[in-house]
């Protein structure tokens, strides 16, 4: 391992267009959160988050070194250790806004579960190469799945149904990549539809009414579909060319639920308008593209399978949060990668790019 | 080199092995995840065109509404006036108490009605209907106590979504004064609202309902501002925008003459029925009263449930406006109306005489006169002047009903008069015609002999009357009656009759007050006054059915009069229901035209007087600019 260190430590060996993507979009993220907190009580939180980039940053760094088949070996500890951790945050960690899912180390909080994402790639990845066969065999999804599903739960316990449903893309895709058969992948797609409903009895109140004011905002423009609501008319408002910083209401009148978090692509939306939006996601199509470039030109299947699972993640980030700023998706309180405002989210999608580099950095060795 | 190595590889290795380990083996998977991700922001971009480029308006005006709270400034209500520009309706500026509908919860109004003495179910109903309207007023003229409530309980913690503006109370004569001409204003209904001409107004809009309030309600009503103010979304205003200031309606000068007015409600203190007076030569109306009366102050914007069904369940009606409304047997005063029409026929002239025995019969039936002595041989001038029934029958007999009826018509009768007020009702003049329109039978012309004096079918309002009376005596103009100051005159219909069969007639009306008749009471020793009483019996008219009163159905009393006999200038009908005797109704005119002749001498004397202080000029400071008031009582002091 010191070796390999040593042999790749080039910093131009790193995916430049990729690492130059994601700053683009880390500056935008910045930008915006330093705008849509002026003057509330979040002022701080962009130069926090200027703080969290450049930590985020130095750790793909460090992540890009590691061989990942070291990480790989090891990835069935490590994910013991998650498990163990969520564990603890459920035991011993903050509450805040009615859900425990910090957990505080050193003076700084972090969020168990966004790490959880890095472990459960590595491990779908590992799994996944452990099989060496064509298919995927309905055993093999099991234990897939169960692996995948004790964290889920834990974080759906939290409750942080949210961050639980991000785990499902990297399960997804890994069963995808390593051959899932379409007949299984039909039949599974018809169970979900079938115990959807029953699930939905499950669900906590707040996130049944999140479920129905997705489907009909307007039902109770006071309560939950307000957030949905709101952000659609901040988005309205942004227009083709937007609002600028000024002249955006939504955001800085305080109509947006948490505009530099959650809410972020919307306040964004409406202070540079279609536009700006193009711009935005274009960017973020192009990192989800460069990462699958990634996957396309690794050395075998374990960096196919940990770009892959980083893709998926993304594109699902994406999909979800931008497609709520809308009113596209239901409100899930999801972050969208590199923009919202946030430690453990950042340092989690620097370190999975990071994941990313160190499959790049070993694409000519086998 | 290389290449030999690899290949050294691949055989070191099972071909098996090797393919599994192919990335490349899922490469249409990866495209197939490509593709995806393709479609994922195609989705998303169209969200956000849809909102963005494709109908953005919408969303501006809703981030509009979201940050500007607007608050009406109401426009106050123009003045009613009277023909000298003295203030019959004013406003007052009070508080009304409007709820914020983004901040209105259900579960706060139970205690806000309760506080403020609102009926929970009705302020339900109210905020249910209130539609995208931002505000809704719930209650206007707040007490102290109410305001004092309201102040202390409107901060975020309790009911923040009350808000207090500043409104106009409409204030009107006290006791009932001028109610049925000015009308009343209220709170626009729900079958208002979805009528034509009340398209551009909204729920809990205060408009005209009747009287000239509602006739003139576009001139009245003035645009009401707003004052803007930006917020955030807790409320907290943030900077005041621009405000739209409110424009007031204009103000509405009439044709009322205040003094009048006073001396007219005076006169009809304690009866019911109503008085009309108009200038025949225009048809300017200078004072109109019905009675019973009500309170117009107890309605002013949002009435209570109690007060409404005081006065709407009276069995007297006293929302009726018995001047334009009431539909009552005109009885002798529709005599001269006969005469001309027996005069101009040529079927009479001033000497045909006839005998009066106290009665006489007609087809099989006996018809009495109201002398039941009778009159003996008598002709056209005293028969006016007695008011001689006999007379009459044998000058309808000879006419027929058709004759009559035109007559009738001419002089307005069974036609709207068209008086700016609304609901005006047209009375019946009867004819073979309408009888067949009516029930489909053939007219009797043992009818025609009640119809000869005012009796039968036919029936009129006060308006008509003193209109169809005034327009005889003014040479057989008849104007368009209105209230409206601004209104030029209306020449409705003209006969060309000859001057001398109308000098018969007006000298006859002139022996009814002048030579001993039946209005002597109305003379006025400087003014030669002409009139014409009238005692009806009442059949079952619209007015008494269903009432259980007893003096239901004593004889009405009727008196018009006009004044001076040449060229008159004012023309007064009073009716007095259940007057009993057409002699009672005679003095409520008889005050009316003093105090109109009185005012008119006085007026005389200050213009001579000023002018002789004009030539004067040194002694100007000598001279009473005020006319001393001492034959009636002001109307400021009623007003009060």
């Known amino acids: ?366 | 080199m290389a290449i030999i190595e690899s290949e050294h590889r691949r055989d070191e290795v099972s071909p098996e092995r090797l393919l599994r380990d192919d990335p490349r083996q899922a490469a249409n998977k990866v495209a197939l995840f490509q593709y995806l991700a393709v479609a994922v922001f195609i989705f998303l971009i169209s969200g956000f065109w849809k909102l963005q480029v494709q109908n953005p308006d919408v969303y501006s005006e809703a981030a509009e509404r979201n940050r500007i709270k607007s608050t009406p400034i109401l426009a106050p209500r123009g003045k009613i006036l009277d023909r000298d520009g003295r203030v019959i309706v004013d406003n007052k500026a009070s508080y009304s108490l409007l709820l914020n509908r983004d901040q209105i919860k259900p579960e706060h109004l139970p205690a806000i009605a309760q506080a403020l003495g609102l009926d929970y179910e009705e302020l339900a109903r109210k905020i249910r209907h209130m539609g995208s309207t931002p505000q809704i007023i719930i209650k206007d003229q707040l007490s102290r106590d109410d305001i004092a409530w309201v102040e202390s309980h409107q901060d975020e913690s309790t009911y923040p979504e009350m808000q207090l503006i500043e409104a106009w109370r409409r204030q009107y004569p006290q006791d009932g004064f001028a109610a049925h001409v000015v009308g009343y204003v209220g709170e626009i209904s729900e079958a208002e609202l979805n009528m034509p001409q009340y398209l551009d107004y909204q729920q809990g809009d205060i408009i005209g309902k009747d009287g000239l309030e509602r006739e003139y309600d576009s001139v009245l009503r003035g645009v009401d501002g707003q004052q803007r103010v930006l917020v955030d979304s807790w409320g907290r205003e943030r900077q005041a925008e621009e405000t739209q200031a409110a424009v007031p309606g204009k103000d509405l000068r009439t044709t009322i003459d205040l003094d009048l007015q006073a001396v007219a409600e005076l006169a009809m203190a304690d009866k019911r029925g109503a008085v009309v007076a108009l200038d025949p030569r225009d048809g300017e109306v200078l004072a109109m009263v019905s009675r019973p009366t009500f309170d117009a102050n107890k309605f002013t914007g949002r009435i209570s449930r109690t007060d409404w069904n005081e006065i709407a369940l009276d069995p007297y009606k006293p929302l009726l406006n018995r001047a334009i409304q009431a539909q009552l047997a005109p009885g002798s005063t529709f005599k001269p109306i006969m005469a001309i029409a027996g005069l101009e026929s040529g079927v009479i002239d001033d000497e045909t005489h006839f005998h009066c025995p106290g009665g006489a019969s007609f087809y099989g039936h006996y018809f009495a006169c109201h002398l039941k002595g009778g009159h003996g041989d008598i002709t056209l001038h005293r028969a006016i002047s007695q008011s001689c029934d006999v007379f009459f029958y044998n000058v309808g007999n000879r006419l027929g009903i058709d004759r009559i009826a035109e007559y009738g018509e001419l002089a307005g009768i069974g036609h709207k008069t068209g008086i700016d007020l609304p609901n005006e009702t047209q009375g019946t003049m009867p004819s073979s015609r309408w009888k067949m329109r009516m029930f489909r039978q053939k007219w009797y012309a043992g009818e025609t002999i009640s119809v000869s004096i005012g009796q039968g079918a036919v029936t009129v309002s006060p308006l008509q009357i003193a209109a169809a009376l005034g327009g005889l005596g003014a040479g057989a103009r008849w104007y368009k009656p209105h209230l409206l100051a601004s209104e030029k005159p209306v020449l409705l219909r003209e006969a060309h009759f000859n001057p001398e069969n109308l000098e018969k007639v007006i000298s006859g009306m002139y022996g009814v007050v002048n030579e001993g008749g039946t209005g002597r009471a109305a003379v006025l020793p400087d003014v030669k006054i002409c009139g014409k009483t009238g005692t009806a019996q009442v059949a079952a008219s619209s007015l008494t059915k269903g009432a259980k009163l007893k003096s239901a159905l004593a004889n009405n009393a009727w008196f018009v009069a006009f004044g001076p006999m040449e060229n008159p200038e004012v023309v007064v009908a009073a009716l007095f229901e259940n007057g009993e005797e057409s002699y009672n109704a005679v003095p409520i005119v008889r005050d009316i035209l003093k105090a109109y002749f009185d005012k008119k001498a006085r007026k005389a004397k200050a213009a001579a007087e000023k002018e002789t202080a004009e030539s004067l000029a040194p002694l100007r400071l000598l001279a009473s600019p005020v006319p001393a008031n001492l034959s009636f009582p002001s109307p400021e002091g009623i007003l009060q």
């Open chain 1, 1 to 366: 391992m010191i070796r390999a260190l040593a042999v790749y430590r080039s910093f131009k060996d790193l995916d430049w267009p990729l690492v130059i993507v994601t700053l683009a979009l880390c500056t935008l993220g910045v930008l915006q959160i330093y705008s849509a907190t002026l003057a509330t009580k979040w002022q701080d939180a962009w130069w926090k988050q200027i703080v969290w980039t450049a930590t985020g940053f130095a750790m793909m760094w460090v992540a890009a070194n590691i061989d990942y088949h070291v990480l790989l070996g090891r990835a069935l500890y490590l994910y013991l250790g998650c498990v163990a951790l969520l564990l603890a945050t459920g035991l011993l960690g903050n509450k805040v806004f009615g859900s425990t899912r910090w957990i505080r180390v050193a003076g700084f909080t972090f969020q168990t579960s966004e790490f959880v994402k890095i472990v459960l790639i590595l491990l779908v990845a590992k799994y996944l190469t452990d099989i060496k066969a064509d298919t995927l065999e309905w055993k093999d999804l099991a234990k897939l799945a169960g692996f995948v599903g004790v964290p889920m739960l834990l974080v759906m316990k939290e409750p942080d149904l949210g961050t639980s449903l991000t785990y499902l893309p990297i399960l997804v895709c890994g069963a995808l990549m390593a051959g899932l058969r379409w007949k299984y992948l039909i039949i599974i797609t018809g169970l979900l539809f079938v115990t959807l409903p029953i699930g939905y009895h499950f669900l906590k109140p707040y996130q049944k009414d999140r479920l129905v004011s997705f489907i009909n905002p307007d039902r109770d423009p006071k309560g939950t579909g307000f957030q949905v609501i709101q952000s659609k008319i901040a988005v309205g408002n942004g227009g083709m060319w937007g609002r600028g910083t000024k002249e955006s209401s939504q955001t800085h009148l305080g109509f947006l639920p948490v505009p530099h978090t959650d809410f972020i692509f919307s306040s964004f939306a409406e202070e540079h308008g279609f536009v700006g939006v193009v711009i935005a996601l274009v960017l973020y199509f192009l990192l989800i593209m460069q990462v699958v470039q990634n996957a396309q030109t690794a050395t075998d299947k374990a960096g196919l399978y940990i770009c892959m699972g980083v893709a998926a993640l993304l594109l699902f980030h994406v999909l979800v949060n931008v497609g709520m700023v809308v009113g596209r998706m239901p409100v899930t309180g999801i972050p969208l990668p590199l923009m919202s405002s946030g430690g453990s989210n950042t340092w989690s999608i620097f370190l999975m790019l990071g994941l990313v580099n160190s499959v790049r950095l070993r694409r000519f060795v086998n």
